[in-house]
């Protein structure tokens, strides 16, 4: 139990401690000038592989798969631990600071958008493809929206206090630890009557939900957080969670932009698709 009462009016502490206390801030707004890199891509990434970030590569690669040679992809690292989302440039495309950002460049007026749920919708609706057109459209949009106001629960909430915090708060881990398992129990029961989230088609609810709940579930979120929470528990939603893993273009995404874990994993920056390959080849060298 902490001793801490909370004055009337709050200021910033001076050193808040814990993971990510250098780049929180109580304003918005750049603290930098700096343009961002833009390559011949008609599309323009600018993310980490964050989960978040993760649902738009995903996407793009889901969309290349598919034929959809439109949605060639420049991916630029932000490294947020830098904060380089406070630069100028990322700023006027997301004034959130956040990644994922894309930029839009392939008409006569280009487009911004931030906030991956709505990466992913545009760029479903751009393309026409992971959004169906019949009855199951609503469930996928409910689930893609299910997604986004669950997430932080389980990341800033449980994973934030289990795994980032400076002190183990028994009260916030116990409470976070308990919507999380209610979350897993949501998606277990659904993809228990349903193969994909919204229906018999795989769709960019999936997207939105495998980078944070199927990482979970293989032990990539939060060090020891899968057995913490059980998660073998959960039949079917490890039954889906190995359905996506599967996925070519789903191995692909989650090494785009990525800094962290074995080099052969990591691809800093993505500006074709036969840059997968190179990296390989510079690996086996
Ligand atoms: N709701 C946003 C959340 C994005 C988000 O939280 N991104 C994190 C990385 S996963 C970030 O950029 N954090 C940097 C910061 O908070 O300064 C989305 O879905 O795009």
């Given at each position: 139990m902490t001793d801490y009462t909370p004055p009337e009016i709050w200021t910033p502490p001076e050193n808040p401690g814990g993971r990510f206390a250098s780049i929180n801030r109580p304003v918005a707004g750049a603290t930098h000038e700096k343009e961002l890199p833009v390559g011949l891509n008609p599309l323009q990434l600018y993310s980490q592989a964050t989960p978040n970030g993760v649902k738009a590569t995903l996407m793009l690669e889901e969309l290349l798969a598919a034929?959809?040679?439109?949605?060639e992809y420049d991916a630029w690292l932000i490294e947020i631990s830098k904060g380089d989302q406070f630069g100028s440039g990322f700023v006027a495309l997301n004034p959130n600071s956040k990644i994922p950002a894309l930029h839009d460049?392939?008409?006569p007026q280009p487009v911004r958008i931030f906030e991956s749920g709505a990466i992913l919708l545009y760029l479903a609706e751009k393309f026409g493809?992971?959004?169906?057109?019949?009855?199951?459209r609503a469930e996928c949009l409910s689930w893609l929206f299910w997604q986004m106001g669950s997430g932080p629960y389980l990341g800033g909430g449980f994973g934030h206090f289990y795994a980032y915090a400076p002190e183990k708060i028994q009260y916030a881990i116990d409470r976070f630890a308990m919507e999380s398992k209610r979350q897993l129990d949501v998606l277990d029961r659904r993809l228990a009557e349903s193969e994909y989230l919204a229906g018999p088609a795989y769709t960019i609810a999936d997207m939105a939900v495998w980078p944070w709940y199927g990482a979970l579930m293989k032990g990539?979120?939060?060090?020891?957080a899968a057995k913490f929470l059980s998660v073998q528990d959960y039949a079917h939603l490890n039954r889906w969670t190995d359905a996506i893993e599967g996925r070519p273009a789903a191995k692909r995404a989650v090494m785009v932009n990525k800094i962290t874990?074995?080099?052969?994993?990591?691809?800093?920056?993505?500006?074709?698709?036969s840059d997968f390959e190179t990296r390989t080849q510079d690996k086996l060298e």
């Open positions: 034929g959809h040679g439109g949605a460049r392939s008409g493809a992971f959004l169906p057109t019949d009855h199951t990539r979120l939060y060090g020891a874990g074995e080099p052969n994993t990591q691809l800093r920056e993505r500006h074709a698709a």
